[in-house]
């Protein structure tokens, strides 16, 4: 999944589960409402549970259509999407003997699974090698390289303090690569060669690897000016994914595509714990995550040209794909949390927050009066009389970047069980 993702809950998951397993047997419905690179989803998953998912944003959707409610590795058919299977077998295999004793891949054991897989990375080395002339001419094109490299003819932008310059998410280099691999998924796709499960798996890779070589600190709302960071300068190669998890359990799981949580919630059936993740700061993830987002949609926008020609901003978004949610807004932080905890036809909540930057007082003033709001909501009477509990442990706040030190802060769970 995305490592450098604001709010990511790997390194806390374990605390989080424990909490579950109080109120939850494995088979119970559990709801991650706000699952972002879906990180807690799998991680229910993982631990027998049935998960309901969504995300506002569109890769969310398809890293849980792909890896949360599919529960097996996609079959595809080599010479259907014109690959010379034999052309890459030596070297699929390769990478897979140096993957079969990593974490996450106790599946390759499995010769049937192992045959499947190595499908899929014959694929993916096909993918990563591919040149413009591998591709169908009406489906060449260059518009990730053109918006988001320095040496793009549609990358000039000028900011509103007046600086100017040409976006460089990425190296000419790396731009190039993901417009060929982008563009041959456009074309297997528009001649439906690719199920909807091969389509999220494909384009979920790619994000995963898009992020190792972006020159960014994390997000994308902005971009290194002056020079590549280390890893931006690196060739892009796609990410070999473990499939342990995905193939853990049959249990059926529900996805959301992209809705708005207060909308999506009145559609999720019954369920014994609703997990809550929510933003609660400035950020608007569909803005700092829109590169992301492109990358999902890209294969589907009718017209490629229009799309492009109506970029803004310094980092270059169509803003037709923005999403301003409320759960950024102090002033509606707690009374969207309101009605999203009463419309849930759940029995136990369990939310995260943490004390960090432009959360608490390490930041900008919350309206809300943060975490003392948070405990006045679940001491309401929306919730049972005593219910109510609030743990806190300490954690990492960011990574650390180019020899910054990383933060410390405090991560809180607001556990009570709904009247």
Not at 361 to 382: C, P, Q, W, Y
């Amino acid at each position: 999944m995305i490592q450098r993702y604001l709010g990511n809950k790997n390194s806390i998951a374990d605390h989080i589960l424990h909490e579950v397993g109080r109120f939850c047997q494995p088979g119970d419905i559990v709801c991650d409402i706000f699952s972002g690179t879906i990180s807690m989803s799998m991680a229910l998953k993982r631990s027998g549970y049935r998960v309901v998912s969504n995300d506002i944003s569109i890769f969310s959707y398809h890293y849980a259509n792909c890896y949360l409610r599919n529960n097996t590795i996609p079959v595809f058919d080599l010479g259907l999407l014109g690959i010379n299977g034999a052309d890459y077998e030596n070297i699929a295999q390769e990478v897979i003997e140096k993957k079969k004793d990593e974490v996450g891949f106790l599946f390759l054991r499995n010769q049937h699974l192992y045959e499947l897989y190595k499908n899929l990375v014959i694929v993916l080395i096909y993918l990563e090698r591919i040149e413009a002339t591998d591709i169908a001419k009406k489906f060449q094109a260059r518009y990730i390289y053109n918006t988001y490299t320095e040496e793009g003819n549609n990358s000039y932008f000028r900011s509103l303090r007046g600086t100017e310059g040409h976006r460089r998410f990425f190296t000419p280099a790396n731009g190039k690569r993901i417009d060929n691999i982008l563009n041959k998924i456009r074309e297997w796709n528009d001649n439906h060669l690719l199920s909807e499960v091969q389509y999220s798996l494909l384009i979920s890779i790619l994000c995963e690897s898009i992020e190792k070589i972006s020159n960014t600190q994390g997000t994308y709302h902005d971009f290194q000016r002056e020079l590549y960071d280390e890893r931006a300068l690196h060739d892009l190669t796609l990410r070999i994914p473990p499939f342990d998890d995905v193939v853990s359990t049959q249990n059926e799981h529900i996805i959301g595509r992209a809705q708005d949580s207060l909308n999506f919630i009145r559609e999720v059936p019954k369920h014994k714990l609703l997990y809550l993740d929510p933003p609660y700061n400035f950020r608007q993830y569909t803005s700092y995550y829109f590169m992301l987002n492109l990358i999902c949609n890209y294969c589907t926008i009718k017209n490629l040209n229009k799309y492009f020609k109506n970029v803004k901003f310094v980092r270059g978004q169509n803003m037709d794909d923005d999403f301003d949610s409320t759960f950024c807004k102090s002033d509606k932080f707690i009374e969207s949390l309101h009605q999203l905890i009463s419309d849930a036809r759940t029995q136990y909540v369990i939310m995260s927050y943490y004390d960090g930057r432009n959360h608490e007082n390490k930041g900008t003033h919350r309206k809300d009066n943060g975490i003392a709001a948070i405990v006045n909501l679940f001491e309401s009477d929306m919730f049972k009389a005593g219910s109510f509990e609030q743990l806190a442990f300490e954690r990492t706040n960011y990574q650390s970047f180019q020899g910054h030190t990383a933060d410390k802060c405090n991560e809180y769970l607001f556990i009570a069980e709904k009247r």
